[in-house]
């Protein structure tokens, strides 16, 4: 069992940055994939960023080149530093684990434990 607990989100301006945090208790979490997911009302949640346990990334065409992930198995922590954040970044964000030690996975349904998700809005 694995519990997530994201924190960070909050209202910016455009042209903004925040941090989010995604904190993993209980199973070891080394070799599994950490990813940050987003949902906006009335869409399905959909993947934004992802790190390997071997360090590997990958992102969404729509934040690649403005948001970074990044991991410290050592304190079981994924970071996602979000700059020049847009109005369409507007979303609940979820941290994810899957616990596979593989390539990048980008499904919601591979994804084994979920945070409960941390509120990011960015106004015009």
């Known amino acids: 069992q694995v519990r997530l607990v994201e924190s960070g989100g909050g209202l910016v301006e455009a042209g903004a940055s925040l941090r989010l945090s995604c904190v993993a208790s209980?199973?070891?979490?080394?070799?599994?994939?950490m990813a940050w997911f987003r949902q906006a009302p009335g869409k399905e949640r959909a993947f934004v960023a992802g790190?390997?346990?071997?360090?590997?990334?990958d992102y969404a065409d729509s934040v690649r080149d403005r948001f970074t992930i990044s991991r410290d198995n050592s304190k079981n922590t994924a970071w996602l530093q979000m700059d020049s954040l847009k109005p369409e970044d507007t979303a609940v964000y979820y941290c994810g684990f899957a616990n596979y030690a593989g390539r990048m996975v980008y499904s919601v349904g591979k994804y084994d434990y979920w945070g409960q998700g941390t509120q990011v809005t960015v106004s015009s």
């Open positions: 790190i390997t346990g071997s360090g590997n990334t």
């Open positions: 209980g199973e070891t979490v080394t070799r599994s994939i």
